[in-house]
């Protein structure tokens, strides 16, 4: 099955600061999402970025799909950033389509 | 509009026990994952139903786990005979596009 890799598996960040958070894949990648799940465990849809790049606010996002590896990226980070940011991805088409398989995370803690 | 509701948030049973959970989606959506969170752990997947077809039920880890959609919306996962190992967050997400939308899960704790 798909292998998904998540670095670093820690980040502590004083309020401000940027960050880089990486997602490595051992399979093409077909249906690559970022999650942000809150810390009362809740799991918000960041992006669904298969290839290319894309914007939303603070947050941005790039998938090199050759390379088999996607990027968010953090700017200005606050204190509600912190908690648990994952990949995750599935292989393409029939049954395994929704089967998404997830990364370990990345904890992310933002001080103020 | 609403989003993917669970009920309930919170399951405490003993061991032995068989618990229900259930899972309304966000209206339309035609697909329904059930995923399980151990602590301090990513995302497991269970099951996934789509449509009409048969479900996937190729992430159930044993024949103690069950799940059914009635209607094409809601859906219902059941443990039977419970074990301390089963204590997880059940999650559960629907979908009708590629980007899934989770509801809050279900904390369930086996004494």
């Known amino acids: 099955g798909i292998q998904v890799e998540q670095s670093p598996p820690d980040l502590i960040l004083q309020e401000g600061a940027n960050s880089t958070l990486r997602c490595n894949f051992s399979?093409?990648?077909?249906?690559l999402q970022w999650f942000h799940q809150n810390p009362w465990g809740q799991l918000i849809n960041l992006f669904y970025?298969?290839?290319g790049t894309k914007q939303n606010g603070r947050l941005s996002a790039t998938t090199v799909a050759t390379e088999r590896y996607s990027l968010l990226y953090i700017s200005s980070s606050q204190t509600t950033d912190s908690g648990v940011y994952f990949c995750?991805?599935?292989?393409?088409?029939?049954?395994?389509?929704?089967?998404?398989?997830f990364g370990q995370g990345t904890i992310l803690t933002v001080h103020p | 509009g609403a989003g993917v509701s669970q009920s309930p948030s919170n399951k405490v049973t003993e061991k032995g026990k068989d618990v229900e959970l259930r899972c309304d989606p966000i209206?339309?959506?035609?697909?329904l994952y059930w995923y399980r969170q151990s602590l301090g752990q990513g995302l497991e997947f269970l099951i996934y139903?789509?449509?009409?077809?048969?479900?996937?039920k190729s992430g159930l880890p044993s024949d103690r786990f069950s799940a059914e959609r009635t209607g094409g919306s809601v859906s219902t996962l059941t443990i039977q005979r419970t074990q301390q190992e089963d204590s997880a967050v059940y999650l559960c997400?629907?979908?009708?596009?590629?980007?899934?939308?989770f509801g809050p899960g279900t904390r369930l704790t086996v004494l």
């Open positions: 209206s339309g959506h035609t697909a």
């Open positions: 399979d093409s990648v077909n249906n």
């Open positions: 997400a629907s979908s009708s596009s590629p980007g899934k939308y």
């Open positions: 970025i298969p290839s």
């Open positions: 995750a991805d599935s292989h393409a088409g029939g049954t395994s389509y929704g089967k998404l398989t």
């Open positions: 139903f789509q449509g009409n077809s048969a479900p996937d």
